[in-house]
T-cell receptor
Framework: GAGVSQSPSNKVTEKGKDVELRCDPI?????LYWYRQSLGQGLEFLIY????????KSGLPSDRFSAERTGGSVSTLTIQRTQQEDSAVYLC??????????????FGPGTRLLVL | RKEVEQDPGPFNVPEGATVAFNCTYS??????FFWYRQDCRKEPKLLMS???SGNEDGRFTAQLNRASQYISLLIRDSKLSDSATYLC?????????FGSGTKLNVKP
């Protein structure tokens, strides 16, 4: 079946511009996560959505970052007034979230963002 | 202190070798653990889940030591295709915490 998809796959923007990154999770997955991975680094948690609950935004690095999840499915990560340090791969993952810590996350291919 | 710590490597081993990676975690309440594999410029993919004391899948064995708060991954009979970065992950309170990864290079 279809996996997690993300768009665009690559984005080059100028410093100060806003960008929107999109994630389509696996159908039926209630949990959705956004991560950021800088070159040669590990994954940095950004935000977590679970069903209709309020999202866990504790990983967002600044108020320039925001995310929405409409209808419990598609999610958009928005970065306003981009800075060069925002350049990274932004990864989205989804899981069934059945509880008990047995969830498996499935990742999308990521969006490579370059801020000039 | 990071939630999950790993030796970044690289581990350079010949084909057929046995190699082991360790990963330590800081939260004793962590519920479960995973090993993910990430190829260069690709997304992470689940390799193994680690529940209770550990589990085995073919050439791969994962073990969990709750008393010492570490997880290990053992790869037997290494293949060239095993070359990748291996990410240790712990899960607690709805969040997945990723280590920075251990790089493995398997040489012919």
């Amino acid at each position: 079946g279809a996996g997690v998809s993300q768009s665009p796959s690559n984005k080059v923007t100028e410093k100060g511009k806003d960008v929107e990154l999109r994630c389509d999770p696996i159908s039926g997955h209630t949990a959705l996560y956004w991560y950021r991975q800088s070159l040669g680094q590990g994954l940095e948690f950004l935000i977590y959505f679970q069903g209709n609950s309020a999202p866990d935004k504790s990983g967002l690095p600044s108020d320039r970052f925001s995310a929405e999840r409409t209808g419990g499915s598609v999610s958009t990560l928005t970065i306003q007034r981009t800075q060069q340090e925002d350049s990274a791969v932004y990864l989205c993952a989804s899981s069934l979230s059945t509880g008990g810590g047995l969830e498996t996350q499935y990742f999308g291919p990521g969006t490579r963002l370059l801020v000039l | 202190r990071k939630e999950v710590e790993q030796d970044p490597g690289p581990f350079n081993v010949p084909e057929g070798a046995t190699v082991a990676f360790n990963c330590t975690y800081s939260n004793s309440a962590s519920q479960s653990f995973f090993w993910y594999r990430q190829d260069c410029r690709k997304e992470p993919k689940l390799l193994m889940s680690v529940y209770s004391s550990g589990n085995e899948d073919g050439r791969f064995t994962a073990q969990l030591n709750r008393a010492s708060q570490y997880i290990s991954l053992l790869i037997r009979d290494s293949k060239l295709s095993d070359s990748a970065t291996y990410l240790c992950v712990d899960y607690n309170f709805n969040k997945f915490y990723f280590g920075s990864g251990t790089k493995l290079n398997v040489k012919p």
